[in-house]
Nanobody, 123 residues
Framework: VQLQASGGGLVQAGGSLRLSCAASGRTFSSYTMAWFRQAPGKEREFVAA????????YFADSVKGRFTISRDNAKRTAYLQMNSLKPEDTAIYSC?????????????????WGQGTQVTVSS
């Protein structure tokens, strides 16, 4: 599976952005999809994940209530809708895929990664 993230940009605090993660291959629906982010000088951190069946989602506390994650298995694309953005959301956002819905916060357990897309939130 190859992943390609897009949709980043510069937005003012309080604004919104939607990130997309397009996947190649016919097995997209077999994977849990997740978003991670890494700010300058900080460790990469988990943002959100969605199960392959779309039934389950999980969010980091820092984004809960502001971000939503979704996927369209027919289009082989996962999305991260980010609302009420804050300057502290500024980071490079990357999408990732794994087979199970366990240990979601551990980046090392993901099998595939897309390149990052920069999100910058100005105050």
């Amino acid at each position: 599976v190859q992943l390609q993230a897009s949709g980043g940009g510069l937005v003012q605090a309080g604004g919104s952005l939607r990130l997309s993660c397009a996947a190649s291959g016919r097995t997209f629906s077999s994977y849990t999809m997740a978003w991670f982010r890494q700010a300058p000088g900080k460790e990469r951190e988990f943002v959100a994940a969605i199960s392959r069946s779309i039934i389950s989602t999980y969010f980091a506390d820092s984004v809960k209530g502001r971000f939503t994650i979704s996927r369209d298995n027919a289009k082989r694309t996962a999305y991260l809708q980010m609302n009420s953005l804050k300057p502290e959301d500024t980071a490079i956002y990357s999408c990732a895929a794994k087979r199970d819905f366990n240990t979601l916060l551990l980046a090392a357990t993901y099998d595939y990664w897309g390149q990052g897309t920069q999100v910058t939130v100005s105050s």
